[in-house]
């Protein structure tokens, strides 16, 4: 739903091809009012990649929501490089709700942009930008309605919750939602802002990531039986996974494949990897990743479990050559799946504020099972489609971004009564 606004309001006014949106000037925040569009022009200008700190922006989120009478609570990382930054509008009383998105954004670097990934541009509908959709978006409507949700008189809260580091593995969240449950008065519910088109979403998989290093042994490749291939047995790791995804991708398909999920089985999968040094040397190391993302039914732990005892048969064979060789396994990270809920406040609060009853699962992991596992009833509901998060030319339509706006206000009012 779009929403007009008089002609005076010149964040509104129709944006030519290409015209660049306010970004983020030095001015003072002190009690400026922002429209959604505005506001997502702001945090968009901030590249919070997650290799980089986030703190220009929770600065500013802090600082701008003091100057509306907005007390905010930081939760730092070990070095104090990043925050979470949470808050709590309203009367501290139960049966408030939570709006929770991640400040980082994945990277722009390597990938091929029309308009600078940092500079919010406007080119009809669609605004452009790196985050626009995932999930700066949902940020900017909730820190652009905040003076409004401030001033509303609510009588349950709205609680704010800005994390970082959610696209590296969900590491930044859990901190800041444990201080909340020893902190805030028992919430209603949690609403994950993550792109849905604004559909109730109660389930994805979870996520788990890790970090796999084969250490070889050096030789000149005419004397290949001499060495050990660090790259040859990392190949077979990754033969492996594809292996085990068909596997799972078979037994789906056998069982009628009427799942939520999209694809409806666990998948494995390497995104990156290095390794060896020249063609005629049997590599030393080489290095990959993997993410293997289970159904709410199963355990990523079971998958760990399976992939490390097909890595020690390889390493036994690798050591009869060198027994200094072998495969180190990492875990990065370990979110979990997002789980239905057997009447769950948040869904049915969410449906209410949506009209939408229809079941929506997605394939991407999200915080929200954090949430769940601190026990607060959580859904996924945001602007956006995740088609275009992490994509080059990440964009939201201004249609998307009113859709988030008038969920943000239909639950202002619900919360006045
Ligand atoms: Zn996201």
Same mark, same amino acid.
């Given at each position: 739903m779009l929403l007009n606004l008089p002609d005076d309001q010149p964040c509104l006014t129709p944006r030519q091809f290409g015209e660049r949106l306010p970004a983020n000037e030095l001015e003072s925040p002190l009690g400026q009012q922002f429209s959604p569009e505005e506001m997502l022009g702001k945090l968009v200008g901030f590249p919070t990649v997650s290799s980089q700190s986030n703190l220009p922006l929770i600065d500013f989120a802090a600082d701008y929501l003091a100057s509306h009478g907005i007390v905010s609570h930081r939760v730092p990382n070990a070095d104090g490089g990043k925050s979470n930054l949470w808050a709590t509008i309203g009367p501290d009383v139960p049966g408030g709700v939570v709006l929770s998105g991640h400040t980082d954004v994945v990277p722009a670097e390597g990938q091929p942009w029309t308009s600078d990934p940092f500079t919010l541009t406007a080119r009809g509908d669609r605004l452009y930008g790196r985050g626009t959709t995932d999930m700066k978006g949902f940020l900017a409507i909730t820190l652009a309605l905040a003076p409004e949700m401030a001033a509303a008189g609510l009588q349950r809260p709205i609680h704010l919750a800005l994390s970082y580091d959610e696209e590296v593995g969900c590491l930044g969240a859990p901190s800041m939602i444990r201080e909340m449950r020893e902190t805030i008065a028992p919430p209603q519910a949690v609403i994950v802002g993550e792109p849905t088109k604004m559909q109730v979403v109660t389930g994805h998989k979870g996520v788990m990531g890790l970090e796999v290093?084969?250490?070889?042994?050096?030789?000149?490749?005419?004397?290949?039986?001499?060495g050990v291939s660090a790259i040859m047995v990392a190949a077979r790791l990754i033969t492996w996974l594809s292996e085990r995804m068909e596997t799972n991708r078979l037994a789906a398909g056998n069982a009628g494949g009427d799942s939520l999920f999209v694809p409806p089985y666990t998948t494995l999968h390497s995104g990156r990897i290095e390794g060896g040094t020249a063609h005629n040397i049997t590599a030393k190391d080489c290095r990959f990743t993997v993410d293997i993302r289970t159904l709410p039914s199963e355990r990523s732990g079971d998958y760990l479990a399976e992939f490390q005892a097909f890595a020690a048969s390889l390493e036994s064979e690798m050591q009869r050559v060198d027994p200094a060789s072998g495969i180190d396994i990492v875990r990065r990270s370990d979110t979990p799946a997002c789980r239905r809920e057997v009447q769950g406040e948040a869904e049915a609060l969410a449906r209410a504020l949506t009209g939408d009853n229809a079941e929506h699962a997605v394939a991407y992991g999200t915080e929200a099972g954090q949430? *769940?596992?601190? +026990?607060?009833?959580?859904?996924?509901?945001?602007?956006?489609?995740?088609?275009?998060?992490?994509?080059?030319?990440?964009?939201?339509?201004?249609? *998307?971004?009113? +859709?988030?706006?008038a969920f943000q206000r239909r639950l202002i009012e619900r919360l006045k009564n």
């Open positions: 290093h084969v250490r070889g042994k050096p030789v000149h490749s005419s004397v290949v039986h001499e949430f *769940q596992d601190e +026990a607060f009833s959580t859904v996924v509901c945001g602007p956006g489609d995740m088609e275009q998060g992490h994509a080059p030319d990440e964009f939201i339509t201004r249609e *998307q971004l009113a +859709a988030g706006e």
